[in-house]
């Protein structure tokens, strides 16, 4: 299994690479395709990258394992996108392996009263993973310069002192997200975000199945169907998002969502090369307790 795995973080870095951005200001959206699929073709090369998705849920099971014994790093996980964009999914299929205990996960939808008596970080920071866990959040503090810059109301609700809300907010919000996320990353918090880039037209045909079959009409909201209003001004937030937020410490992967079954695996790949470059061990134990363990066996074994 060990030569496996390292070939496995081996071929994860390849499928990692392209969707990877450290350096965000040249950074255009136009220039990701949704509907990417790199060196898979979309129906007969399926099965081997559900193959290869399942051989990285093995991979990752095993560097999880050994980040909850070492107990040192945390892991955080970002998931932003679109409506319908897959993130549910993605998290799903890819943390099918990990150990429930080391696995924090956390959905943010619209703040609640004593959020908005809050900072806007205030409802995320209380929710960073422990040492040793995977942190997942399905949506974050990203919002905050998405959705709430969309749709300027929300500001309105968030009761900051009128002369705080200025032409630079958006800019002191890029920058105050910067050096949370270089916080986090000097002590031992890992910070991997992913934006699952989905076309509009895909977005259309996945919301018309959700109407269409009962069994997923539950997941539809009227007012998924009216933000694609605003499909326009969320892609210029994300793409100003990521150009000012992308960086070494906290890179983005923009990941190609038409696709579901690619998603997964990029998905995948990118969070197993975030967990090898820690270089994982168990952790070695100690002469006395190496003796304790001998005199515990010899005990047990006398009875």
Request: charged letters at 35%; one cysteine or more.
């Amino acid at each position: 299994m060990f030569m496996k795995t390292n070939e496995i973080i081996k071929r994860a870095r390849e499928f990692a690479e392209p969707f990877r951005i450290r350096k965000g200001r040249d950074f255009r959206l136009k220039d990701v395709d949704p509907d990417d699929t790199l060196e898979f073709t979309k129906e007969a090369d399926k099965p081997r990258a559900k193959e290869a998705l399942a051989m990285g849920v093995m991979a990752l099971a095993e560097l999880q394992d050994k980040l909850y014994a070492q107990d040192k790093w945390a892991v955080l996980l970002i998931f932003q996108a679109m409506d319908a964009a897959g993130k549910d999914g993605a998290i799903k299929h890819v943390m099918s392996g990990v150990n429930p205990q080391g696995c924090q996960v956390y959905s943010f939808k619209s703040p609640s009263a004593d959020d908005l008596d809050h900072d806007y970080l205030w409802r995320c920071m209380k929710c960073l993973p422990n040492r040793g866990q995977v942190g997942i959040f399905n949506r974050s503090y990203y919002e905050e310069v998405l959705v709430v810059r969309v749709h300027p109301e929300f500001l309105a609700k968030q009761k900051l002192p009128p002369k705080l809300v200025g032409k630079q907010i958006w800019e002191e919000r890029f920058e105050d997200i910067r050096n949370f996320e270089r916080y986090l990353a000097r002590n031992g918090v890992i910070v991997r975000k992913f934006f699952l880039h989905v076309s509009k037209k895909e977005q259309k045909r996945r919301f018309l199945e959700r109407i269409d079959d009962p069994l997923k009409n539950w997941k539809f909201s009227s007012n998924d169907a009216n933000e694609r209003d605003f499909w326009d001004a969320y892609m210029e937030a994300y793409e100003e998002m990521i150009q000012e937020t992308a960086t070494k410490e906290a890179p983005w992967y923009v990941v190609p969502a038409d696709n579901k079954w690619f998603t997964r695996v990029v998905v995948a790949a990118a969070v197993i090369e975030a967990l090898a470059d820690l270089d994982l061990e168990y952790p070695q134990v100690g002469e006395d307790k190496l003796k304790e363990l001998a005199a515990a066996k010899k005990k047990l074994l006398s009875k």
